[in-house]
């Protein structure tokens, strides 16, 4: 259990540290090109994913504190799989990530930004990053324990006795 929180610390500091990176060396607004598809664009988000509701950045705030409450004690008392820890210390890391900006700037600090050609990802940061990251590997949870139900119905029959 340990070891997921040591996770999330590595992963919140890794998210905060590349932020004021950002802040440091990065003018808002301009991109720098890194890549051909990558650019560092330095933004400040003050709604949720992707800039959605702008200006709700309080109600994102508590989110934050209640999830991260959730996923604290999920990791002591619930966390029985390594898919399972990984997935709760990544979402842990990011929520806390980005309520620290949200806490000291009023704004979550974003600076990565994929593009190629039409494409244009919105600017993220680790802290998003990581939540992606965590919140698939709890669809792939959920998607085997459905996977590992419908076959025992199947082996055992609908009425719950061997076929």
Not at 17 to 41: H, Q
Not at 52 to 70: E, H, P, R, T
Not at 131 to 151: E, K, N, P, Q, Y
Request: hydrophobic share 55%; aromatic share 12%.
């Amino acid at each position: 259990m340990m070891r997921w929180y040591g996770l999330a610390v590595v992963v919140l500091t890794l998210d905060q540290a590349t932020k004021w990176l950002a802040l440091a060396l990065l003018d808002g607004g301009r991109s720098v090109d890194v890549l051909p598809f990558l650019s560092w664009t330095l933004t400040c988000n003050t709604g949720a994913a992707f800039s959605m509701f702008q200006d709700l950045g309080w109600l994102f705030a508590i989110a934050a504190v209640l999830v991260s409450v959730y996923l604290i004690v999920a990791i002591w008392r619930y966390t029985t799989t390594s898919l399972e820890g990984v997935s709760n210390a990544l979402i842990l890391a990011g929520a806390v990530g980005n309520l620290v900006d949200r806490l000291i700037r009023g704004c979550v600090v974003d600076f990565v930004h994929v593009h190629y050609g039409w494409f244009n990802f919105p600017v993220f940061n680790v802290a998003d990053s990581a939540i992606t990251v965590g919140a698939a590997g709890w669809i792939a949870l959920i998607a085997s324990d459905v996977i590992r139900t419908r076959r025992r119905r199947a082996a055992t029959g609908s009425d719950g006795t061997p076929e």
